[in-house]
C-alpha cells in the first residue's frame, strides 16, 4: 500500500509501514464523513519537516465541524468565523502575552517556522469529537515526539491528555511548557497567564535562534 505523498522525511517512520495500512483501511470503512480531508491529513507533518521542527504544540483532535479542521492542530481555515473556542482562548493569551494575533484563525505560517502543530489523533468523524482517539494514531504522535527531541526542542502540552505523551521524549536540553487545556472547560484553571508564546521566544533567543512571528 503506497504512503501518503508529502511526507519527506517522516516517511521512515516504522509507523506507516506497521500501522497505517489498518488505519487506512478503518477510516474507509468509516460510515460517517472523516475530517479533515484526505488530503489534508498529514498536513503538519508535510509543512513541518523534522530538520525544521523548533516548537511541538500538542492538540487532541481535528475540529470535528466540517470546514475547520486542515490538519493543523488548533488551526483552521481562513474564513473560518467564529473561531472555535480553544482557538479563541489561545488567540487571548496571545494578545495578552505579546500583544498582537494573526488576521485569522489560519495557523499555517507558524507551521513554516518550525512549529509543529500536532494531533494525537489525525482523522475525526464529522460531529463527533474524540471519535477515533483509539484508532492507533498515538503511536505515530509517540514517534514523532521520540523523533523530534532527538535534539533540544520546545513542546507546549495543553491537557491531561498531552502531558501523558511526555514520556515518550529523549532526555534533552528541552522547553518543557505545561498547563490546563485552553478549552473553554478548563482554560481558567492554568491556561489563561501561562504566557507560552513570548516564554517559547526567550528560550529560542537564549539558543541564537530567530523567535516564531506569533502574529504573522
Not at 503538519?44 to 492538540?59: F, N, S, Y
Not at 470535528?64 to 488548533?74: E, V
Amino acid at each position: 500500500m503506497p504512503l501518503p505523498g508529502g511526507l519527506g522525511a517522516w516517511s521512515d517512520l516504522p509507523f506507516f509501514q506497521r500501522d497505517w495500512p489498518t488505519i487506512e483501511t478503518a477510516l474507509a470503512a468509516e460510515t460517517q464523513p472523516v475530517l479533515p480531508p484526505a488530503a489534508q491529513r498529514f498536513a503538519a507533518l508535510e509543512l513541518t519537516q523534522p530538520a525544521d521542527t523548533r516548537v511541538v504544540i500538542l492538540g487532541q483532535d481535528p475540529y470535528p465541524t466540517p470546514g475547520h479542521a486542515h490538519g493543523l492542530a488548533f488551526s483552521v481555515e481562513p474564513d473560518v468565523a467564529p473561531l472555535p473556542r480553544s482557538l479563541g482562548n489561545i488567540f487571548k493569551e496571545l494578545q495578552s502575552d505579546i500583544g498582537a494575533t494573526p488576521a485569522t484563525g489560519d495557523l499555517r505560517s507558524w507551521a513554516r517556522q518550525g512549529v509543529l502543530l500536532l494531533n494525537t489523533a489525525l482523522s475525526v468523524p464529522a460531529g463527533a469529537a474524540n471519535g477515533h482517539k483509539d484508532l492507533g494514531w498515538l503511536s505515530l504522535i509517540e514517534e514523532v515526539l521520540q523523533r523530534t527531541s532527538q535534539r533540544p526542542t520546545a513542546y507546549v502540552f495543553w491537557g491531561k491528555q498531552a502531558q501523558r505523551l511526555e514520556k515518550h521524549l529523549n532526555p534533552g536540553d528541552h522547553l518543557i511548557l505545561k498547563t490546563a487545556h485552553p478549552s473553554p472547560l478548563s482554560a481558567r484553571r492554568g491556561f489563561f497567564g501561562s504566557r507560552p508564546f513570548s516564554a517559547i521566544n526567550t528560550w529560542l533567543r537564549a539558543r541564537g535562534e530567530a523567535p516564531i512571528d506569533w502574529a504573522s
